[in-house]
Structure formats: C-alpha cells, structure tokens
C-alpha cells in the first residue's frame, strides 16, 4: 500500500508564493510508486483547498479559476484518522492521510504555527516540532539561544516598538553603539523583508520605522564586512545530522533582496519547477577554503541540534572573507525548495531526500508515542469540592 502524503502550502505569509513553487518542486519529485500526493493549499484568506489540479503551478495564475476547480476542504482528527474531508453541501471523504509534508515559509506558517495544528489533529508531519521551528523564525530568541552556547554570531540589540516611541533618543544610542553599517531587520520575517543595510545614523530612524511596519521586535545588527554568504543544509533529527555542500550566495545590492532571492532581478515567477529554487546566483560549492567550510559544516549540525530541528534545515552564515570569521546568521526550518539543489550536490537526489525526510518523521513519530504523555488516573473521579454534579445532569 502507498502512503498517503498531504502536502500543505500556501498560507497568510509574505512568502505565499514561493512556497507555492517550493511545494510544486516537491510533489513532482515524491517517488509515485511509493507515495500518492495530496496537494492542500490554504490560500491567503486562510481557506484550505485541495485538488489534483494544484500540482500544475499555472493553476495559481489566476485564483478564480482555482476557487472555481479546487474543493474547500478541511483536515481533522476521526476516531484516530487524519481525515481530509470537502466542505458544503455534499462532504465527501478524500483520503485518511497518513502523514503530512508541510512545505509553507514564514511567519504565521512555517514558525510553529502549522506545526501546532498538525499536532493538535494528532497527524504525523516532516520537519521540525513547534518549539524548533518558533525558535527558527525568532531572530532575538534564537541568538539568545546560540550565545548560551558560545556559537558566533554578530553584536546585536533588540527592541519592542513601544520601547522605541517611549525613548527613540536612547534606543538610537543603543544602535550607534555598535557601528556602522548595520542591518535593521523585522525580528520575525523572511525573504529580506522590511530589511535595511544602514551606513550611516542619519539613515537610521527611517529604517528602524520600515522594520516596525512589520514586527513589534526589531533587531539591529552590525553588518559584516567583505561579506561571504554561504548556506549549508542539515538533514537528520537530535540524534544524527549530516550536513550538505555549501553554496555561496550572491547578491546585486549590500545584502541579497527579495528581487535576488526570487525575481532574478526581472520580476518574474520561475514556473519552471525542476529548475531548482529561484534565480539566485549561486556557486556550490562554495569557494571557501577547506578549514573554514569544515567549520560552517560543524557549526550548522550544531545550531541544528541545539534547536532541536528535525527533517532539512538550511543553515545561512555570513563569513568575513578577509578574517575569514564565520558567524550564524539563521536556520530556514523549512528552506525554499526544501535545498534539495544542495543535496543534489552532495549526491543526494531530490527524491532520496525526500524519502529520508519522510522515513525519519515516521520514526521519530512512533519514538514520540512511546513516551508517557497522559495518566489513566481521574483526579476529577474524585474531586469532593463544591456541590459537585447533583442537579447539573439531568
Ligand atoms: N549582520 C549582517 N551583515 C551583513 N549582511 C547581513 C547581515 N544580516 C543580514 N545580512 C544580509 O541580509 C540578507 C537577509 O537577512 P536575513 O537575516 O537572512 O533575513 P531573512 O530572514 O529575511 O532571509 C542576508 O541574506 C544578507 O545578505
Ligand atoms: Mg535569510
């Protein structure tokens, strides 16, 4: 029998879309003979909706055609099923899942958000549990996280937006403190959204003010200089990590943009899904000399595990190219194509990895169900308190 995969994407993000691509790349490459794919696409007013159809990425062109195709469905818990259900008049049965590939980026999705309901319904899911993938998105809370552990990373402040209205003089001080250039981000979004590069502290407020349009935390960070960037993806659970080839990113601005990250530039949606993630320019590996690429590879299956990330993370680090000091900059719990172009380089094909990912979160799902997570004891048997229920059931 095969089993049954759900693939969620979509989702009230800023990276609606790229998800969209990410997950078409991954349902073509689910091996048929061992998985039937259910594609579940929950559109940006939050609807869900499922249909063969959207494994096609020109369905996506025009959302009335798809509203009009796709059935409205819902996802629950039956009697210990994973019941995908359509919704309205007539509820039809589509399939009892048997686990669920969740393939959203950003905020509101990929940061614990999909992790909790899938958790709630009970369903098996790939990739990170809640609190990995909330620590994922966090861009505070996860430096917070790695300075405990003496992982590098570049000095940092962080603020909430009332504290910035109630004393800007202060906060401002706090920033120029660490020196120009700086990098103001939103502490919780993605795709270099509401992202700044700041030279100078009279460009400062007006950065500070675009980040605060997105997030109540706020991060300013010193910007590395003669900067490297170079991603490596993590494969594995807390008990093993394999890390992949890096690659090295370029980027056309001070820092890579969304237009590097997505558009190439030309304001255009890849529809090409084979052709790997987006047009970033790209070199793997990447030109680092062995010593410092061994220690990105080390400090990636770190972070990994110290954030106790499950299935394939990528793991972006900034890396000074004169000192050649390294430093964490994110884990991307869910990362655009799932990175499978690095596993590729790493003589991993794309439907392997898929396979692994899916034969580890089983695993992991039946270790977790081992543990004892409920007593069959009924304190509330014998609660004496009040009145108790006379006169309440009738
Ligand atoms: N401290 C830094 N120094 C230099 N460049 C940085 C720094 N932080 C981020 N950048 C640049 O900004 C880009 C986006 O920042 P990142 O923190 O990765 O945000 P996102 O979550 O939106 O991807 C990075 O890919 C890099 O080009
Ligand atoms: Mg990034």
């Given amino acids: 029998m095969k089993i049954k995969v759900g693939v969620i994407f979509g989702g009230t993000t800023v990276e609606h879309e790229v998800s969209i691509i990410s997950a078409v790349q991954a349902m073509n490459h689910l091996n048929k003979e061992k998985y039937d794919v259910y594609p579940i696409y929950i559109a940006k007013d939050r609807t869900w909706y499922y249909g063969e159809m959207l494994k096609d990425i020109d369905m996506y062109r025009d959302f009335d055609t798809l509203k009009r195709y796709a059935k409205k469905v819902i996802l629950y818990n039956k009697n210990g099923a994973f019941r995908l259900q359509s919704l309205g008049l007539f509820k039809t049965v589509v399939a009892d899942l048997d686990i669920i590939l969740p393939v959203v980026h950003g905020n509101n999705m990929e940061d614990g958000t999909i992790q909790g309901y899938l958790e709630m319904v009970g369903v098996p899911y790939v990739g990170s549990n809640v609190l990995g993938s909330s620590l994922g998105q966090d861009k505070v809370v996860m430096k917070q996280i790695f300075s405990s552990l003496d992982l590098p990373i570049v000095p940092y402040v962080w603020f909430f937006d009332s504290e910035y209205y109630l004393d800007k003089e202060a906060i401002i001080k706090k920033c120029n403190k660490l020196g120009f250039p700086v990098i103001v981000k939103p502490a919780s979004l993605g795709s270099s959204v509401g992202i700044t590069y700041v030279k100078s502290d009279k460009d400062l407020e007006k950065a500070i ?78 030109r680092l000399d062995e010593k410092t690429t061994n220690e990105v590879k080390e400090k990636a299956k770190e972070v990994f595990k110290a954030l106790n990330l499950s299935g394939v993370c990528r793991i972006d680090f900034l890396v000074d190219g004169k000192s050649k000091k390294i430093y964490i900059n994110e884990p991307n719990t869910i990362p655009g194509s799932l990175s499978f172009y690095l596993w590729e380089a790493t003589n991993k094909p794309y439907e392997q990895l898929l396979d692994e990912m899916i034969t580890l979160a089983i695993k992991q799902y039946k270790q977790k169900h081992q543990k004892t997570y409920s007593f069959d004891t009924n304190i509330l048997s014998n609660f004496s308190g009040g009145k108790g229920l006379k006169g309440k059931l009738k």
Avoid: H, W
């Avoid at 490297?228 to 093993?240: H, M």
């Avoid at 530039?265 to 320019?281: F, L, R």
């Fill in 209 to 286: 003010e675009e980040a605060i349009t997105y997030d109540t935390k706020v991060i300013v960070e010193k910007a590395v200089e003669n900067l490297v960037e170079v991603n490596c993806s993590v494969l594995g659970n807390y008990q093993n990590q394999q890390a992949s080839n890096l690659e090295e990113v370029m980027s056309t601005a001070e820092f890579l943009t969304y237009q590097d990250k997505y558009l190439g530039g030309k304001g255009k949606i890849p529809t090409n899904s084979s052709k790997g993630m987006v047009n970033t320019n790209r070199i793997i590996p990447a």
